[in-house]
């Protein structure tokens, strides 16, 4: 049981790592770099990322609060698969295809 417990420490840490790093990456990117990109704003991916770090932080992975926990994991790695790769592309000027 103390090994599940260890388990679950880390897979809660580790998340609210991913969304801190997911924020702080919308953070310091380019305004414009987002409508370059045809994503939402940057304000309002620094607000998704940002309440998405601090519901992982508040809620536990199990429990009730987990119905906070996955919509924000889902949110932060949305940011990290779909709209990083688009502003690291738009801001290196596209493929070389």
Do not use: C
Not at 61 to 83: E, N, R, S, T
């Amino acid at each position: 049981m103390l090994v599940a417990i260890w388990i679950l420490n880390v897979i809660h840490w580790g998340s609210a790592l991913v969304g801190l790093f997911a924020f702080v990456h919308a953070l310091l990117q380019r305004a414009d770099a987002y409508s370059a990109a045809d994503r939402k704003t940057k304000p309002i991916w620094m607000l998704i990322t940002g309440g998405a770090t601090l519901a992982m932080v508040l809620f536990p992975v199990m429990g009730p609060g987990m119905i906070f926990y996955v919509p924000a994991m889902a949110a932060a790695l949305v940011y990290i698969v779909d709209v990083r790769p688009k502003l690291i592309e738009v801001q290196r000027g596209g493929s070389s295809w």
